[in-house]
């Protein structure tokens, strides 16, 4: 029995810690990458939330997570219209 409990905690720790490298990874991934930002917004728009209040949690006040969103969306509408203006001609 205690044996059991011991490898359940173990295999918590496990899990809990590859969850948090995993986070961490692709936190990392999202903060040097646009491509992956416009991805995210895309297909999963409350994770982009979720991904722009932590930029803005860790930035003490500095709002970079908000600056961040508002720039990506300025160049990814500008680059959206210079698409379809290229395909139209």
Known sequence: ?????????YSLAVLELAACGVAFIGFCTLR????SRK?????????????YWAEDSISFGQL??????VSDLQRWTKSDV????????
Do not use: N, W
Not at 1 to 9: E, G, H, L, N, Y
Not at 32 to 35: I, Q, V, Y
Not at 64 to 69: D, W, Y
Not at 82 to 89: G, I, N, V
């Open 32 to 35: 040097r990458s646009e491509k």
């Open 39 to 51: 991805y995210l917004y895309q297909h999963f728009p409350t994770v982009s939330k979720t991904y």
């Open 64 to 69: 970079t997570g908000s600056r961040l969103r």
């Open 82 to 89: 210079t698409d379809c203006a290229l395909e139209t001609d």
């Open 1 to 9: 029995m205690a044996s059991t409990v011991k490898k359940s905690i």
